[in-house]
């Protein structure tokens, strides 16, 4: 790397646009959406999609709620034409959707355009060429007036060919190509050209596409071309200006969702932001933004995994873990204090009287995407308390007191160390059976157990194997609890005080379980935790008592 890249590389210019108005506006409905999977992420594929891939993509889109959709690229081939005129004449394009196609600006290109989406209800025909000064200089060869005539000889061509083809209620689209590195005076002179031929009205208005085909500048200065053009292109009320936005700086998303507030009223993008170099805008990433701040995106990704297992099988790329809100681990805190604030989150949420969602660390509730809340909270050698009180609440019901809670981590958190890697929830049950609940090579098993009552006194009977053998104790108390521990302080137990007891009912219905849970101090003040389980919570509290004894 140069030490110092001025040498090589200018910086950016800013736009001369006074008063803007973007940084005050707010988002406040969708835009029009356009997937471009099948045309701009299938052309970045190492292996394009065949016929069946594209139909099953295609259908998805459709399931989600996209009502244009860029259907390819039809004068590349016979493949291509073929499947695009496929879903026109088998009928499988519904009647609230308009598919597109994209060419260049050639006239035989847009000849065969037209050819494909003959006899469809609507369409939309995309024609582009670049209009940018390394273009014009490196790639043409022409001067300005040059590139302005291939696009009036564009516009004139799909004028031609809609008549030519009275059937559809054709719809153009025009992108002056490399928009966000060309001057704005000269796209926006281009596209006032195509216009004068097209002649759109308010009620029929062209879309005019800005694309940044590649990001050359930070999202505020997107932000600024487009309100730049916005005010600048005459009549603009006839006009559908569009936002394709690229990742290169990694600020896609950004540029688009700036753009929108700059005045555009439509995105082009993809699913996960597939795409040549470092992808399209995510159209799931832009929706979803605007879903957590209450706005509806029109778009349904209610079964969000159902959608990305179709985008890795039509694309066979993976959706990375890390993918905002369709990542593997999107919704999943390995971190300590994350989950435990999480979990104060869930726990909060069960007392509220309305459905606001305000859980920290979390910006939409994965059920709305149809994510389970099972692995929002996932034990490794980084968890703390609080992570592992989730696993054991969501998969067993298990709600222990927060003492507890810290004293049973220490286990988990060894456990992690000598594993070294991610905890399940089977490995948190066993370790927590082996700590509190199996009595097997423990000192203390229950048999059977009765208690009478002696006054105010309770007396508790009971058969237990202490050290292996079976032996019959007894204890007086003034509950059963003091009991049980007055019991095994006379067979050889260790001596115990009652610190803490809770107890809570696991499941519902006639089988339902309870849990009892004890914090006990011994003598020279070592605090012992334990817990029962029974379908008799008296049963259950001695089993917790005998359980804290063992842990002696």
Same mark, same amino acid.
């Given at each position: 790397?140069?030490?110092?890249?001025?040498?090589?590389?200018?910086?950016?210019?800013?736009?001369?646009?006074?008063?803007?108005?973007?940084?005050?506006?707010?988002?406040?409905?969708?835009?029009?959406?356009?997937?471009?999977?099948?045309?701009?992420?299938?052309?970045?594929?190492?292996?394009?999609?065949?016929?069946?891939?594209?139909?099953?993509?295609?259908?998805?889109?459709?399931?989600?709620? @996209?009502?244009?959709?860029?259907?390819?690229?039809?004068?590349?081939?016979?493949?291509?034409?073929?499947?695009?005129?496929?879903?026109?004449?088998?009928?499988?394009?519904?009647?609230?959707?308009?598919?597109?196609?994209?060419?260049?600006?050639?006239?035989?290109?847009?000849?065969?355009?037209?050819?494909?989406?003959?006899?469809?209800?609507?369409?939309?025909?995309?024609?582009?060429?670049?209009?940018?000064?390394?273009?014009?200089?490196?790639?043409?060869?022409?001067?300005?007036?040059?590139?302005?005539?291939?696009?009036?000889?564009?516009?004139?061509?799909?004028?031609?060919?809609?008549?030519?083809?009275?059937?559809?209620?054709?719809?153009?689209?025009?992108?002056?190509?490399? @928009?966000?590195?060309?001057?704005?005076?000269?796209?926006?002179?281009?596209?006032?050209?195509?216009?004068?031929?097209?002649?759109?009205?308010?009620?029929?208005?062209?879309?005019?596409?800005?694309?940044?085909?590649?990001?050359?500048?930070?999202?505020?200065?997107?932000?600024?071309?487009?309100?730049?053009?916005?005010?600048?292109?005459?009549?603009?009320?006839?006009?559908?200006?569009?936002?394709?936005?690229?990742?290169?700086?990694?600020?896609?998303?950004?540029?688009?969702?700036?753009?929108?507030?700059?005045?555009?009223?439509?995105?082009?993008?993809?699913?996960?932001?597939?795409?040549?170099?470092?992808?399209?805008?995510?159209?799931?990433?832009?929706?979803?933004?605007?879903?957590?701040?209450?706005?509806?995106?029109?778009?349904? @990704?209610?079964?969000?995994?159902?959608?990305?297992?179709?985008?890795?099988?039509?694309?066979?790329?993976?959706?990375?873990?890390?993918?905002?809100?369709?990542?593997?681990?999107?919704?999943?805190?390995?971190?300590?204090?994350?989950?435990?604030?999480?979990?104060?989150?869930?726990?909060?949420?069960?007392?509220?009287?309305?459905?606001?969602?305000?859980?920290?660390?979390?910006?939409?509730?994965?059920?709305?995407l149809g994510r389970s809340?099972?692995?929002?909270?996932?034990?490794?050698?980084?968890?703390?308390?609080?992570?592992?009180?989730?696993?054991?609440?969501?998969?067993?019901?298990?709600?222990?007191?927060?003492?507890?809670?810290?004293?049973?981590?220490?286990?988990?958190?060894?456990?992690?160390?000598?594993?070294?890697?991610?905890?399940?929830?089977?490995?948190?049950?066993?370790?927590?059976?082996?700590?509190?609940?199996?009595?097997?090579?423990?000192? @203390?098993?229950?048999?059977?157990?009765?208690?009478?009552?002696?006054?105010?006194?309770?007396?508790?009977?009971?058969k237990l194997t202490i050290?292996?053998?079976?032996?019959?104790?007894?204890?007086?108390?003034?509950?059963?609890?003091?009991?049980?521990?007055?019991?095994?302080?006379?067979?050889?137990?260790?001596?115990?005080?009652?610190?803490d007891y809770s107890e809570?009912?696991?499941?519902?219905?006639?089988?339902?379980?309870?849990?009892?849970?004890?914090?006990?101090?011994?003598?020279?003040?070592?605090?012992?935790?334990?817990?029962?389980?029974?379908?008799?919570?008296?049963?259950?509290?001695?089993?917790?008592?005998?359980?804290?004894?063992?842990?002696?």
């Amino acid at each position: 790397m140069l030490r110092d890249p001025s040498v090589k590389y200018n910086a950016f210019p800013q736009v001369p646009l006074a008063n803007r108005e973007w940084p005050g506006r707010v988002t406040t409905s969708a835009p029009i959406w356009l997937s471009t999977d099948m045309r701009d992420g299938n052309q970045s594929l190492i292996d394009p999609m065949d016929a069946e891939k594209k139909a099953r993509f295609f259908d998805l889109l459709v399931r989600c709620g @996209f009502k244009e959709i860029e259907v390819g690229f039809p004068s590349a081939g016979a493949t291509e034409f073929d499947f695009i005129s496929g879903l026109v004449k088998n009928g499988r394009i519904p009647g609230d959707v308009t598919p597109q196609v994209l060419t260049q600006s050639r006239a035989d290109l847009i000849r065969t355009s037209f050819d494909s989406l003959e006899g469809a209800k609507t369409a939309i025909v995309h024609v582009y060429n670049a209009v940018s000064p390394a273009w014009r200089k490196i790639v043409f060869g022409m001067d300005m007036p040059a590139i302005k005539q291939i696009a009036i000889e564009g516009a004139k061509q799909l004028r031609d060919n809609a008549a030519r083809l009275p059937g559809t209620d054709w719809r153009f689209e025009y992108s002056p190509e490399t @928009f966000s590195t060309a001057e704005l005076d000269f796209s926006i002179a281009c596209c006032e050209a195509v216009m004068e031929i097209l002649q759109p009205t308010v009620d029929k208005p062209i879309i005019l596409n800005l694309p940044a085909t590649v990001e050359a500048s930070t999202a505020n200065i997107y932000a600024d071309q487009i309100e730049y053009f916005c005010k600048n292109l005459p009549n603009r009320d006839r006009a559908i200006i569009s936002l394709h936005t690229h990742n290169d700086r990694g600020t896609g998303v950004a540029a688009a969702e700036l753009g929108l507030l700059a005045g555009a009223d439509r995105v082009e993008g993809c699913l996960f932001g597939n795409g040549e170099r470092t992808g399209n805008t995510c159209l799931v990433t832009i929706a979803l933004n605007m879903y957590t701040q209450g706005v509806d995106p029109e778009l349904d @990704f209610s079964n969000i995994d159902e959608v990305i297992q179709t985008v890795e099988y039509c694309n066979q790329l993976p959706v990375h873990p890390r993918h905002p809100y369709g990542g593997e681990l999107v919704y999943t805190a390995f971190s300590g204090s994350h989950q435990d604030a999480i979990k104060k989150g869930f726990a909060a949420r069960e007392r509220q009287n309305d459905e606001r969602w305000e859980v920290p660390y979390l910006p939409i509730d994965p059920a709305d995407l149809g994510r389970s809340y099972e692995a929002v909270i996932r034990v490794n050698s980084q968890s703390g308390k609080g992570g592992v009180a989730w696993v054991l609440e969501q998969d067993k019901g298990l709600k222990l007191p927060k003492k507890m809670q810290a004293s049973f981590s220490h286990t988990v958190q060894a456990l992690a160390d000598q594993t070294s890697r991610e905890l399940g929830a089977e490995d948190i049950w066993q370790a927590f059976e082996g700590a509190y609940l199996t009595t097997e090579a423990k000192r @203390f098993q229950l048999v059977d157990w009765s208690e009478t009552h002696s006054g105010a006194d309770r007396i508790f009977a009971g058969k237990l194997t202490i050290d292996g053998t079976p032996r019959s104790v007894s204890g007086r108390g003034n509950g059963l609890m003091s009991s049980v521990i007055a019991a095994l302080s006379e067979s050889g137990g260790p001596v115990m005080d009652i610190v803490d007891y809770s107890e809570h009912a696991i499941g519902q219905g006639s089988n339902v379980q309870a849990a009892a849970y004890v914090e006990c101090r011994t003598a020279d003040g070592k605090s012992l935790f334990g817990c029962g389980l029974d379908t008799d919570v008296a049963t259950a509290s001695v089993r917790a008592i005998l359980s804290a004894a063992n842990g002696a």
